[in-house]
């Protein structure tokens, strides 16, 4: 792997989760991710095994930096009228407090570039979402783009950063 993105493994801080071109790729375009360990000598490992406990964590920073989406559908988009469409992005609610991470699907508002969240659509993994704030991570046009929110009774509302 040529790697792009690294961010240290919340399971063991000594090991990193990467992103990047994978290995086997002759044409730069496939994107991989991997659990990397370091050797002895400090060298990061080759191995391809993944620890169970890390796949959210690399799933989270995937979607984060436009890797992948989990939307099951096609992106629909509606045609531009009156300066407005409409996008719909996977996403990620985060509860750095409690270690939860939840996977969502978002629908965009657009007008004349800016974003404004429309509804989050049920969450991909079926769970539900407890009422609390989260950290709210997407991407769109190339960019990540993060949000401070609340979850009430299933919906998501601005919250005010805290001082």
Same mark, same amino acid.
């Given at each position: 792997?040529?790697?792009?993105?690294?961010?240290?493994?919340?399971?063991?801080?000594?090991?990193?989760?990467?992103?990047?071109?994978?290995?086997?790729?002759?044409?730069?375009?496939?994107?991989?991710?991997?659990?990397?360990?370091?050797?002895?000598?400090?060298?990061?490992?080759?191995?391809?095994?993944?620890?169970?406990?890390?796949?959210?964590?690399?799933?989270?920073?995937?979607?984060?930096?436009?890797?992948?989406?989990?939307?099951?559908?096609? @992106?629909?988009?509606?045609?531009?009228? &009156?300066? %407005?469409? +409409?996008? /719909?992005?996977?996403? $990620?609610?985060?509860? !750095?407090? =409690?270690?939860?991470?939840?996977?969502?699907?978002?629908?965009?508002?657009?007008?004349?570039?800016?974003?404004?969240?429309?509804?989050?659509?049920?969450?991909?993994?079926?769970?539900?979402?407890?009422? @609390?704030?989260?950290?709210?991570?997407? &991407?769109? %046009?190339? +960019?990540? /783009?993060?949000?401070? $929110?609340?979850?009430? !009774?299933? =919906?998501?509302?601005?919250?005010?950063?805290?001082?």
């Amino acid at each position: 792997m040529r790697s792009a993105f690294s961010e240290p493994a919340r399971n063991d801080a000594s090991c990193e989760i990467r992103l990047g071109v994978a290995s086997w790729d002759k044409d730069g375009t496939a994107k991989s991710v991997k659990y990397t360990w370091f050797d002895k000598t400090g060298k990061a490992a080759r191995g391809g095994e993944f620890p169970v406990e890390a796949l959210p964590q690399a799933l989270e920073f995937a979607i984060r930096r436009g890797y992948v989406s989990l939307s099951w559908e096609p @992106s629909q988009e509606a045609a531009p009228s &009156n300066g %407005l469409q +409409e996008k /719909r992005v996977s996403a $990620v609610l985060r509860d !750095d407090v =409690r270690l939860h991470s939840y996977f969502v699907s978002l629908d965009l508002l657009i007008r004349d570039g800016r974003d404004v969240i429309k509804e989050a659509l049920p969450l991909l993994s079926g769970a539900e979402v407890p009422n @609390s704030d989260y950290e709210l991570h997407y &991407n769109w %046009l190339g +960019e990540s /783009r993060d949000r401070l $929110v609340r979850v009430v !009774d299933g =919906r998501l509302e601005p919250r005010a950063p805290q001082p």
